[in-house]
């Protein structure tokens, strides 16, 4: 009886533990760490929908020529100093300037490339 | 006596129809959004933390949904609540286009009903055709199969505009009804 129990509740702390673990994010948000931790710094977070409430999806999207597929665009910190991609408003004119690592390299470590927010589906590629 | 009980079922008829009441208030649908520091991607001990928005400031003040962000984006933009540049420097024209597309080939399912107009008010014309969609209606072989791979409308639906849960959304007309153009 007692063992029966004592099993019961270690299996729900191993599933409580196993929910804590799991990435959840806002739903569109990207993680991008195809080179910031080999490069050292924490994976960067893109929140879609603080950028939608700001701009059309065009903007980035037509104007910075950024793919609509995560993980398609090869960016480079350099590009983005020298004003291209994030580099367009992240200037410190639109948007904060480059100076700011940790506001977008904000990402837990070990945390892969990707769409996250699963408030529903888990997004292209992952059913 | 009599004064007394009838006070006392007044009493519990309140505190009935309060409790009632409360369980009905309680089934609206409440959105909720993680705080960035308990969201799991972002690292609870980065600077960061403290100085960017958490969504639900932002994101609690727009009109509700129930799937995705919880905010229906597309009356946020009609309705003014939010309003978005349309180009990176100066606020110009949209492409603008009004014709809805009717989808037929979908077996069981309701056909489904694309509205060009919510998708030009985020983006331009270029941004699905024709290396997405064929100009042409009917051009694109379009499946949920491949929806569901990210193809298509699973471009965005399912990454960033609402998610393939909503089936009705887009299957939401009767199988006899055409084109409005």
Redesign the interface.
């Known amino acids: 009886m007692f063992r029966s129990s004592l099993g019961k509740i270690s299996g729900f702390v191993v599933f409580l533990v196993l929910c804590s673990?799991?990435?959840?994010?806002?739903?569109?948000?990207v993680?991008l760490n195809k080179r910031s931790e080999a490069e050292g710094v924490?994976p960067v977070?893109f929140?879609?929908?603080?950028h939608?409430?700001?701009?059309?999806?065009?903007?980035c999207?037509?104007?910075?020529g950024f793919e609509?597929?995560?993980g398609a665009n090869d960016v480079t910190m350099q590009q983005i100093i020298n004003g291209e991609f994030c580099g367009?408003?992240h200037n410190g004119v639109i948007a904060w300037p480059t100076e700011n690592c940790?506001?977008?390299?904000?990402?837990?470590?070990g945390?892969k490339s990707g769409?996250?927010?699963g408030?529903?589906?888990l997004?292209?590629?992952k059913? | 006596m009599r004064r007394a009980v009838n006070s006392v079922l007044l009493i519990t008829l309140i505190t009935g129809l309060s409790f009632s009441y409360i369980s009905i208030a309680e089934q609206q649908p409440v959105r909720k959004w993680k705080p960035i520091k308990d969201d799991g991607i972002h690292d609870p001990a980065s600077s960061a933390i403290g100085v960017l928005q958490n969504p639900a400031e932002a994101l609690s003040v727009l009109p509700p949904d129930t799937a995705g962000n919880q905010v229906n984006w597309v009356k946020a933009l009609r309705d003014g609540h939010i309003k978005p540049r349309t180009h990176l420097n100066k606020q110009g024209k949209l492409e603008r286009l009004d014709t809805d597309i009717i989808m037929e080939d979908t077996l069981e399912m309701p056909n489904v009903l694309f509205p060009h107009r919510a998708h030009t008010e985020w983006m331009d014309c270029a941004s699905c055709h024709d290396h997405i969609f064929k100009s042409k209606a009917g051009a694109t072989p379009v499946s949920m199969f491949d929806i569901l791979q990210g193809k298509y409308c699973g471009r965005c639906h399912g990454a960033v505009s609402f998610p393939l849960t909503e089936c009705d959304r887009c299957h939401s007309v009767g199988k006899k009804r055409k084109a409005s153009k």
């Open positions: 673990s799991v990435a959840y994010g806002e739903y569109g948000d993680v924490r977070v929140p879609h929908w603080f939608r409430i700001r701009f059309r999806c065009k903007v999207h037509t104007e910075l609509m597929r995560a367009a408003c940790e506001l977008c390299h904000s990402g837990k470590p945390t769409i996250y927010g408030h529903e589906t997004g292209p590629g059913w």
